[in-house]
Every structure is written in C-alpha cells, then in structure tokens.
C-alpha cells in the first residue's frame, strides 16, 4: 500500500525548462544589446551547450558563456544579462497544471508527500514558495542534505528515513529515468515517469507507470 509520493522537482511540478527557455533568451537579448556582438540564435545554443556540460544549476554559467564568447567577462555586459534573466524566472515560475488539486487531493488521502531534488536547498524552497505549493510538503530533500546527485542512493535513503517508511510503501515520480527511476528502483521503490516533464524523448521506460499528466497519479494511488 502507497503511503507516500516522493517527488522530483523541476520539469515534474515545476516546468522549469519552459522558465529557463525564456529567462536565457531574455538574458540574451539585454547581452546583446549591452555590446555583445552575437546572433541570438547561435548565443542561445552556445549557452544551453555549456549548460549541458555544466549542469542547470550552475551559478556562473554566464560568465562561462561570455569567456567562450569574447575571451574574457564585461560586467556591464554579465550585469545585465543577470538582470534580465533574474526578472523574467520570477514571472514565469510555474507548476504543471493540475499540480495544486493534486497534491490537495493526496494529502486528503493521508499520504505524505516528499520531494528529492538535486537542486540546491534554497533554489528549491524559493521555487516551492513561488508556487505556494510548500505547505503540501512534509520532507523536502536537496543537494546539501546528502552530497550526492541522483541516482546515488543516498537522496532517497534520506527521504525514506524521514518519512519513516519502508521502499514498498513509497512511490517515486520524476522526469528523467535515469536519475529518478534507476535511483529509485536501486532501493526497491515504485517509480513513476512522468513522461510530460521530459527533455527528450525516451525510448526504453523501466518504469512501474508512465503518467502524461500529472493528474493521473490519483488513479495509480487509488
């Protein structure tokens, strides 16, 4: 019997690459016209390259992106690139639909509710308080609390001990099999892929359920 959901963060409550998307093409653009000399285009693929390498999180890609640009970083140029980036997240910062009713209706239910997310601590609480959904939450585990990045086992060893339940009676949903499935299922955790929060296409799912939306997990629970 389910008694808890444990959550992924970003791309399956929060859609975070439609956020990232329009905050780097707005950062680009300000870039641009503070005297960066590149086609908005090209910046934007050369940006989401060095993100691939780096990892989304990272604090400085900006300055990384403009070192590959011109060689070196303007800070009048990085200034407003960071501005521009910074007023656009806040204003585009939104869950999935149907993520609220869902996560009502689950702890209606009894369940508690988790999160583990490779983001850093305060980068999850603002999104989570962004989107006035932080009160659902009874555990919420981030990259500070274990050192480790999924699929390591440790981020889910440290949910489960603080919801106080065995693997069989937790369920894992996530948007990247490789890290929140395979991680999941390493402990013997059911697993959910939320296929409409994925960056690419999957071929080989080894999920227990595939969901399209997130408003199906109510019929896996019931």
Same mark, same amino acid.
């Given at each position: 019997m389910i008694k808890a959901v444990i959550f992924d963060l970003d791309n399956t409550l929060i859609d975070f690459m439609k956020m990232k998307? #329009?905050?780097?093409?707005?950062?680009?653009?300000?870039?641009? &016209?503070? /005297? @960066?000399?590149?086609?908005? =285009?090209? =910046?934007? /693929? !050369? @940006?989401?390259d060095l993100y691939d390498k780096y990892g989304l999180e990272d604090p400085k890609i900006f300055q990384k992106f403009l070192k590959r640009v011109i060689g070196r970083v303007d800070y009048r140029i990085l200034a407003n690139g960071i501005v521009a980036y910074r007023r656009v997240r806040g204003s585009f910062l939104e869950a999935y639909p149907h993520t609220s009713y869902v996560l009502l209706k689950l702890k209606s239910k009894g369940l508690k509710l988790a999160i583990v997310t490779d983001a850093p601590r305060i980068k999850a609480w603002i999104r989570l308080a962004t989107m006035k959904i932080a009160d659902f939450f009874d555990v919420v585990v981030a990259y500070e609390d274990t050192g480790k990045l999924k699929p390591h086992k440790l981020p889910f060893k440290a949910a !489960?001990? %603080? @919801?106080? #339940?065995?693997? &069989? %009676?937790? #369920?894992?949903? /996530?948007?990247?099999?490789?890290?929140?499935? %395979? =991680?999941?299922?390493k402990l013997g955790i059911k697993t959910c892929f939320a296929r409409y929060g994925a960056i690419k296409k999957v071929k080989k799912i080894d999920a227990d359920y595939v969901i399209d939306d997130i408003k199906e997990l109510l019929q896996i629970i019931e």
């Open positions: 998307k #329009l905050s780097c093409e707005a950062a680009i653009n300000s870039m641009i &016209d503070a /005297g @960066l000399k590149i086609e908005k =285009g090209k =910046g934007m /693929g !050369l @940006l989401f !489960l001990a %603080e @919801l106080k #339940l065995k693997t &069989d %009676e937790c #369920l894992m949903v /996530g948007d990247m099999p490789h890290r929140d499935v %395979e =991680g999941a299922k």
